[in-house]
């Protein structure tokens, strides 16, 4: 795809790495623009996430209520989690599945990707549509992680999105894969 439009390439000159931490590695790049001026681009390099939209047998979705540091606030969102180096994207979903709602599920079905931060980071979510539930243990988080597990209908997820109560990115990427693919078979 990236060769579709080569006249709004952007060419990369120079790269400097700002900040490297445990998730995040902040650059800043020297490039030239398509009419041949340059300029600094910075942005943030992460190593990619899952999300999963865990389909109850009763229709219901499986969410965790958490604490996010960055907006001082909790949200409402779908299990969702970081892929580790090397990991597949199909393990990293069910890892995460498990760690944060202990359910397990027997369908597994990639239903595609988002990039939540395009203007200045190169994340990418795969999102996984996963049915045939079971629960398999206590959810295990991880040990800097401390979450609510519960389940919402479709409808009842639509209004949190409609009032304002999610707002994060990934989960309302999810809903609209979701809505799809129980409402119109996707």
């Keep these: 795809m990236e060769n579709d439009y080569p006249h709004l390439r ?14 995040l590695d ?35 979705l499986l969410f965790v209520r958490q604490f996010r540091y960055p907006l001082g606030r909790s949200f409402l969102e779908l299990p969702a989690g970081k892929i580790d180096p090397g990991e597949d994207i199909r393990d990293t979903a069910a890892r995460e599945l498990l760690e944060e709602t202990g359910h397990c599920a027997a ?4 239903l595609g990707v988002m990039h939540p931060c395009v203007g200045y980071s190169d994340e990418r979510i795969e999102i996984f549509l996963a049915r045939v539930l079971h629960r398999e243990a206590e959810p295990t988080p991880d040990s ?16 949190a999105v409609q009032s304002g109560a999610i707002t994060d990115a990934k989960t309302l990427s999810g809903l609209l894969w979701a809505e799809k693919v129980v409402t119109a078979g996707w």
């Excluded at 952007?10 to 998730?23: C, V």
């Excluded at 600094?40 to 865990?54: D, F, M, N, S, T």
């Excluded at 800097?144 to 209004?159: G, K, R, Y």
């Design 26 to 60: 902040v650059r800043r790049d020297r490039v030239q623009l398509p009419d041949g001026q340059e300029c600094l681009r910075e942005y943030v390099r992460h190593q990619g996430a899952v999300v999963i939209i865990a389909l109850l047998d009763d229709g219901r």
């Design 10 to 23: 952007e060419q990369q000159l120079e790269s400097t790495q700002i900040f490297r931490g445990k998730l």
């Design 144 to 159: 800097s992680e401390f979450l609510d597990v519960l389940s919402l209908s479709l409808t009842e997820a639509m209004a």
């Design 107 to 110: 369908e597994w079905r990639h």
